[in-house]
């Protein structure tokens, strides 16, 4: 009894509730914390890492962590290079991860960065009762809410679920049920000599066929539309370089065949053919039939929001993502708050179509913390600093954070640097706050400095001022080596500031 | 909230796909990205760069220029392709008027995929003729 009694966060009522131990959790609770926000997390799991914890299922990640960088290991700056470690409220507990991984890789495996996440947790004290499973919500007469759980029950006027996105989905073709999904894929020595074919054309159909090259007899992927490589998107849209290898041995004839073919029906076979998959290709409506042995569905995965949606949580998309405020607020349910991967439902400006890193750990860190400061202002009534700044060093700050703000590198025109202007208060650093907020909202004269990609490559400044209510746009050119210290880059940055700090 | 496949049978009924086959439908479900927008949500920015392709699905759009109403979107409608080939910033915002619910195509994928379905490109060019001739209808 003594280890249940020991357990942190008994039923009981708090002013916020998180749900979730994964990267997401655990960093909004670091920064709920570092704003004096007292609050409950809890977890299904028994221990940090959510879906670290198993996949990605050939245990290498997609996310670097560079343990030699421009800049200095466990500084600020070197978090544009370190993908992976949590964000600490102090300087001490930065790159846990990069502290944690073996050499061989610049991608950590799976067990280090699970290691990774455990490390932070316990460096930073953070409490979490684990083993407490979410199961149901309800909303009370007060506006607060209720959470069924299997301890029991707790009230909370403020709620952040960071549940991930990894319920297994797959498509309502005929016969989809018999396709094994990705969460369930067996060792891989079991695919040996066997003739597999994958739905999907994204990073987890990729990441199996690259894992089964050396086993397979035969490998078919199939979807749809045409496989993106993130090469040529110039983004994290498509599939990572790392699991490209298929894709050469498909146009090189080597026994991997990549099909853009919609999936009609799958049939159970006999004897030697367990399975057959019809497709209609997706350029002539031919249709096509492929025997197999195995049938893997890299179809995705969705949230699991369990009743959320019936308390009028709106959900749009494959992945069933919760329609979001540039702030993380369910559009329709306020008071419920998304942390971790589910808040790329919170699209953001999508500028030449690229999304913001929300869906990963590097970008997710970022919209945690200013999730928290928002929380913090809005539902607390908690005053957060907004250093007052000399006029005269407003662009050397704002060049230092083009150069090294990993928060502006990775959420490019997600994420900003906001400078206001208010008459009345001075010149005050507003932190970083989402683009999309800012572009739409009324307020004082104010600077959004931002970094932005427009798909052909380069990473290019781009400034927004907010004059009078009206907003401009400024783009800054881009610099080969991503270095904006430059001359260059300061003249351009005065010039588009001498009208807004003359 | 829509799978792929009932968005493709959505996307049967618009004038715009009409040419389309089943699975020519399903590979344009697949390469549009679903997206909701709140009341008064602006969804194009006037004069901001970095815009996409646009059709509504549910709920309608109010087309604004300097934050006058100048035309109102519904279902099947859509939106965005102008500045898109014209490699311009939109001259309009276009705001959710109530829930909206989208398809959207990056800008940068838009060029390819006209290409790659002709006949949609044709109504296309339909639909800018005939908000031409209503532009002009207007002015006469």
């Given at each position: 009894m003594a280890e249940l009694t020991d357990r942190p966060f008994p039923p009981d009522d708090y002013p916020l509730i998180v749900v979730g131990s994964g990267p997401g959790g655990l960093q909004v609770s670091t920064a709920l914390r570092g704003c004096g926000i007292e609050h409950a997390i809890l977890s299904a799991d028994a221990e940090p890492g959510g879906m670290f914890r198993r996949w990605p299922f050939f245990q290498r990640l997609l996310s670097w962590t560079k343990p030699y960088a421009p800049v200095v290991r466990g500084t600020r700056p070197y978090e544009r290079y370190d993908?992976?470690?949590?964000?600490?409220?102090?300087?001490?507990?930065?790159?846990?991860?990069?502290?944690?991984?073996d050499g061989t890789s610049y991608f950590p495996s799976r067990p280090e960065m699970q290691a990774g996440l455990e490390a932070f947790a316990q460096r930073t004290a953070l409490k979490v009762r684990?083993?407490?499973?979410?199961?149901?919500?309800?909303?009370?007469?007060?506006g607060r809410f209720a959470l069924e759980t299997s301890d029991g029950e707790y009230t909370a006027g403020t709620l952040v679920f960071a549940v991930g996105v990894a319920q297994p989905w797959r498509p309502a073709s005929p016969g989809m049920e018999l396709a094994a999904h990705y969460a369930d894929t067996r060792a891989v020595e079991e695919y040996a000599d066997k003739r597999i074919f994958i739905i999907g054309k994204q990073n987890s159909g990729f990441e199996l066929a690259s894992g089964m090259l050396p086993w397979?007899?035969?490998?078919?992927?199939?979807?749809?539309?045409?496989?993106?490589?993130?090469?040529?998107?110039?983004?994290?849209?498509?599939?990572?370089?790392?699991?490209?290898?298929?894709?050469?041995?498909?146009?090189?004839?080597?026994?991997?065949?990549?099909?853009?073919?919609?999936?009609?029906?799958?049939?159970?076979?006999?004897?030697?053919?367990?399975?057959?998959?019809?497709?209609?290709?997706?350029?002539?409506?031919?249709?096509?039939?492929?025997?197999?042995?195995?049938?893997?569905?890299?179809?995705?995965?969705?949230?699991?929001?369990?009743?959320?949606?019936?308390?009028?949580?709106?959900?749009?998309?494959?992945?069933?993502?919760?329609?979001?405020?540039?702030?993380?607020?369910?559009?329709?349910?306020?008071?419920?708050?998304?942390?971790?991967?589910?808040g790329q439902g919170s699209g953001g400006l999508k500028k030449h179509g690229i999304p913001s890193n929300s869906g990963a750990v590097q970008g997710a860190r970022y919209n945690a913390r200013v999730l928290a400061r928002r929380i913090a202002t809005t539902r607390f009534g908690i005053e957060l600093?907004?250093?007052?700044?000399?006029?005269?060093?407003?662009?050397?700050?704002?060049?230092?954070?083009?150069?090294?703000?990993?928060?502006?590198?990775?959420?490019?025109?997600?994420?900003?640097?906001?400078?206001?202007l208010d008459p009345t208060e001075g010149i005050r650093d507003e932190g970083i706050q989402p683009l999309a907020w800012f572009v739409d909202a009324a307020g004082p004269d104010a600077i959004a400095t931002t970094l932005e990609t427009d798909g052909t490559g380069a990473v290019y400044p781009v400034i927004y001022l907010r004059r009078s209510g009206a907003i401009t746009e400024h783009a800054i050119d881009p610099d080969p080596?991503?270095?904006?210290?430059?001359?260059?880059?300061?003249?351009a940055l005065d010039s588009i500031l001498a009208p807004v700090l003359a | 909230m829509a799978d792929e496949d009932q968005i493709a049978d959505e996307l049967a009924g618009f004038a715009l796909f009409a040419d389309l086959s089943t699975p020519q439908l399903q590979g344009v479900a697949h390469a549009f990205e679903e997206s909701l927008f709140q009341d008064e949500e602006r969804v194009l920015r006037q004069g901001m760069t970095g815009g996409g392709f646009f059709l509504i699905m549910d709920g309608e759009a109010s087309v604004r220029v300097d934050g006058e109403e100048r035309a109102r979107l519904g279902r099947g409608e859509f939106f965005g392709e102008v500045s898109i080939l014209l490699g311009e910033p939109p001259v309009a915002d276009v705001v959710a008027v109530g829930p909206l619910r989208c398809l959207v195509l990056a800008g940068p994928a838009v060029h390819k995929f006209l290409l790659a379905h002709p006949s949609l490109m044709y109504r296309m060019l339909q639909a800018s003729a005939r908000r031409l001739r209503n532009a002009n209808r207007w002015r006469s």
């Amino acid at each position: 009894m003594a280890e249940l009694t020991d357990r942190p966060f008994p039923p009981d009522d708090y002013p916020l509730i998180v749900v979730g131990s994964g990267p997401g959790g655990l960093q909004v609770s670091t920064a709920l914390r570092g704003c004096g926000i007292e609050h409950a997390i809890l977890s299904a799991d028994a221990e940090p890492g959510g879906m670290f914890r198993r996949w990605p299922f050939f245990q290498r990640l997609l996310s670097w962590t560079k343990p030699y960088a421009p800049v200095v290991r466990g500084t600020r700056p070197y978090e544009r290079y370190d993908w992976n470690s949590l964000i600490p409220n102090t300087d001490e507990n930065r790159a846990v991860v990069a502290g944690l991984m073996d050499g061989t890789s610049y991608f950590p495996s799976r067990p280090e960065m699970q290691a990774g996440l455990e490390a932070f947790a316990q460096r930073t004290a953070l409490k979490v009762r684990y083993d407490c499973r979410w199961t149901a919500t309800r909303r009370l007469d007060d506006g607060r809410f209720a959470l069924e759980t299997s301890d029991g029950e707790y009230t909370a006027g403020t709620l952040v679920f960071a549940v991930g996105v990894a319920q297994p989905w797959r498509p309502a073709s005929p016969g989809m049920e018999l396709a094994a999904h990705y969460a369930d894929t067996r060792a891989v020595e079991e695919y040996a000599d066997k003739r597999i074919f994958i739905i999907g054309k994204q990073n987890s159909g990729f990441e199996l066929a690259s894992g089964m090259l050396p086993w397979a007899k035969r490998i078919i992927i199939a979807s749809p539309s045409p496989a993106k490589l993130s090469v040529n998107t110039h983004s994290l849209v498509g599939i990572r370089a790392r699991y490209v290898q298929p894709y050469e041995d498909h146009v090189l004839g080597g026994g991997v065949a990549i099909l853009d073919a919609a999936i009609e029906g799958i049939e159970r076979g006999d004897g030697d053919v367990p399975y057959r998959i019809i497709t209609r290709r997706s350029s002539d409506s031919v249709e096509m039939t492929f025997e197999a042995d195995e049938v893997i569905a890299a179809t995705g995965f969705t949230a699991p929001l369990l009743d959320l949606p019936d308390l009028g949580v709106t959900t749009f998309g494959q992945s069933r993502l919760p329609g979001q405020t540039p702030f993380w607020e369910s559009s329709t349910v306020p008071g419920i708050f998304f942390a971790g991967t589910i808040g790329q439902g919170s699209g953001g400006l999508k500028k030449h179509g690229i999304p913001s890193n929300s869906g990963a750990v590097q970008g997710a860190r970022y919209n945690a913390r200013v999730l928290a400061r928002r929380i913090a202002t809005t539902r607390f009534g908690i005053e957060l600093d907004r250093p007052v700044l000399e006029r005269s060093s407003v662009a050397d700050r704002l060049i230092d954070e083009l150069t090294d703000g990993p928060e502006l590198w990775h959420q490019r025109a997600y994420l900003a640097r906001i400078t206001s202007l208010d008459p009345t208060e001075g010149i005050r650093d507003e932190g970083i706050q989402p683009l999309a907020w800012f572009v739409d909202a009324a307020g004082p004269d104010a600077i959004a400095t931002t970094l932005e990609t427009d798909g052909t490559g380069a990473v290019y400044p781009v400034i927004y001022l907010r004059r009078s209510g009206a907003i401009t746009e400024h783009a800054i050119d881009p610099d080969p080596l991503l270095n904006y210290r430059t001359d260059s880059a300061r003249a351009a940055l005065d010039s588009i500031l001498a009208p807004v700090l003359a | 909230m829509a799978d792929e496949d009932q968005i493709a049978d959505e996307l049967a009924g618009f004038a715009l796909f009409a040419d389309l086959s089943t699975p020519q439908l399903q590979g344009v479900a697949h390469a549009f990205e679903e997206s909701l927008f709140q009341d008064e949500e602006r969804v194009l920015r006037q004069g901001m760069t970095g815009g996409g392709f646009f059709l509504i699905m549910d709920g309608e759009a109010s087309v604004r220029v300097d934050g006058e109403e100048r035309a109102r979107l519904g279902r099947g409608e859509f939106f965005g392709e102008v500045s898109i080939l014209l490699g311009e910033p939109p001259v309009a915002d276009v705001v959710a008027v109530g829930p909206l619910r989208c398809l959207v195509l990056a800008g940068p994928a838009v060029h390819k995929f006209l290409l790659a379905h002709p006949s949609l490109m044709y109504r296309m060019l339909q639909a800018s003729a005939r908000r031409l001739r209503n532009a002009n209808r207007w002015r006469s």
